[in-house]
C-alpha cells in the first residue's frame, strides 16, 4: 500500500474580482487569501513546501499563483522560474503531470491526485519527486491544500476533547476527501 497522506491546511475563498473595473488580471485576492489561510492552518509557509500542483486554466496563471502563494514578489514571477525551478530536479517541482494543458481540464481535480501520488511516492524516476514529503495543490484558484506523507510514528486517527486531529488515508479514489482527510 502507498504512504498515507494527511492535509494539513485547507482554505476555499471566494471572489469575484472581474466585476471590479481596476481588476489587473495580474494576481487573484481570493488565491492570496486562500494560500495565507492554509499555510497559518498547517502551521508551515512556502519555504517549506517541496512541490506545487497548480491550477493552471491559462498559462499565465501558474506565474500569479506562484507570486499569489508567497514564492515570489508580485512581477518576479518569469524570474522565479528562470533556470529550471519549477523542473523535476527544480527547486519546486511544479504540475509534475504537465498540468491541465497537458493532462486534461478537470477543473482542477487532477492537481489533487498528482499530489497524493507524489506524496506515495507511486511514479518512476522519470516523473517521481525525489524529495517529496510535503507540497501544495489547488483544484481552482481559490482552493488550496497543504498536504504531507504520514511519519511512521503518527497514529492513523486521534481525537482530543478539544479538537479533532485529521485521520489518515491511503485511498485514490476521485473525490478530494477520499484523496486527503480533513479535521
Given at each position: 500500500?502507498g ?13 469575484r474580482?472581474f ?10 485576492p481570493?488565491?492570496?487569501?486562500a ?17 506545487a ?6 498559462t ?5 499563483t ?5 514564492f ?9 522560474v ?14 509534475t503531470s504537465?498540468?491541465?494543458l497537458?493532462?486534461g481540464?478537470v ?20 516523473r517521481?519527486i ?6 501544495i495543490?489547488?483544484s481552482t484558484?481559490?482552493?488550496v ?14 481525537s482530543s ?6 485521520c ?6 476521485m473525490?478530494?476527501r ?6
Amino acid at each position: 500500500a502507498g504512504a498515507l497522506v494527511r492535509g494539513l491546511g485547507l482554505a476555499v475563498t471566494t471572489g469575484r474580482p472581474f466585476l471590479d473595473p481596476g481588476f489587473d488580471y495580474l494576481g487573484f485576492p481570493s488565491t492570496q487569501k486562500a494560500a495565507a489561510e492554509a499555510y497559518a492552518m498547517a502551521g508551515v509557509g512556502p519555504q517549506e513546501m517541496q512541490f506545487a500542483q497548480i491550477y493552471d486554466c491559462f498559462t499565465y496563471v501558474v506565474l500569479c499563483t506562484l507570486e499569489d502563494y508567497g514564492f515570489c514578489q508580485k512581477g518576479e514571477g518569469g524570474a522565479f522560474v528562470e533556470g529550471g525551478t519549477l523542473r523535476l530536479g527544480g527547486r519546486l517541482p511544479t504540475n509534475t503531470s504537465g498540468g491541465q494543458l497537458s493532462e486534461g481540464h478537470v477543473q482542477g481535480m487532477m492537481q489533487v491526485i498528482e499530489g497524493v501520488r507524489q506524496l506515495r511516492h507511486e511514479y518512476g524516476p522519470d516523473r517521481q519527486i525525489k524529495t517529496c514529503e510535503i507540497g501544495i495543490v489547488s483544484s481552482t484558484r481559490r482552493s488550496v491544500t497543504i498536504a504531507r506523507t504520514r511519519p511512521a510514528s503518527v497514529p492513523t486517527t486521534t481525537s482530543s476533547p478539544s479538537r479533532s486531529v485529521p485521520c489518515w488515508t491511503s485511498s485514490v479514489a476521485m473525490g478530494p476527501r477520499s484523496l486527503v482527510s480533513f479535521a
